[in-house]
Structures are given as C-alpha cells and as structure tokens.
C-alpha cells in the first residue's frame, strides 16, 4: 500500500486548506483510512477516520464541526477539507491506512506540512 498526501501548505489564521492523499488501487474501502497529525516533540495524534463499509467518520475533539474527512472511490483519494484553522492546527499531517484493534495503522504516507499563522 502506498499512501501520497499533499496540499499543505502555509495559511492564514481562519483560512482553509484541503489535503489529499492518493492512494495504491483497491486501498480505499478495502482498509479504514485516517488522518495524524504530529509537532515536534509531541506524539502522532488522530486527527480523523473513515471507515469501510458505511462509511462513518471519526474526529477528534479538537477539529470537529471544523475538519471534515471524504474519500472518493473511483480516484483512490481520500481528502481532509480544513475550515477555520488555527495556530495550534500546525503540524506535519499524515495519511494512514489499515487499522488494527488498538487504532494502529499498518500504513503511513510521508507527511505534509501544514502552517497556520
């Protein structure tokens, strides 16, 4: 499996961006997809998950009613829409893939880096 992010960037304080991460074919469905985010120093933290079969999603406190996780089967994408961004939203964000029981991914893209100031 080999997961590609990109659309970070740097961002005003309540701008918003959209990250992407394309996917190897048949990941997406097949496997639960997220989204970490990591700042120096400080353990890699769920940010959201998409889950196969219905589709449900999951948000951390911090980013919801402002983060919203959508995935599209037929460009092997997975897509976190970012709205209202804050400082404390900067971070290295990561696509992952293939979860198992205690939330660890198999999987792990290289990262973006996402500014907000």
């Known amino acids: 499996v080999q997961l590609v992010e990109s659309g970070g960037g740097s961002v005003q304080v309540g701008g918003s961006l959209r990250l992407s991460c394309v996917a190897s074919v048949d990941t997406i469905g097949r496997y639960c997809m997220g989204w970490f985010r990591q700042i120096p120093d400080k353990e890699r933290e769920g940010v959201a998950a998409i889950y196969t079969g219905p589709g449900n999603t999951y948000y951390a406190d911090p980013v919801k009613g402002r983060f919203t996780m959508s995935q599209d089967r037929a460009k092997n994408t997975v897509y976190l829409q970012m709205n209202s961004l804050k400082p404390e939203d900067t971070a290295v964000y990561y696509c992952?893939?293939?979860?198992?029981?205690?939330?660890?991914?198999?999987?792990w893209g290289q990262g973006t880096q996402v500014t907000v100031s």
């Open positions: 992952a893939a293939d979860f198992d029981v205690l939330g660890r991914p198999g999987y």
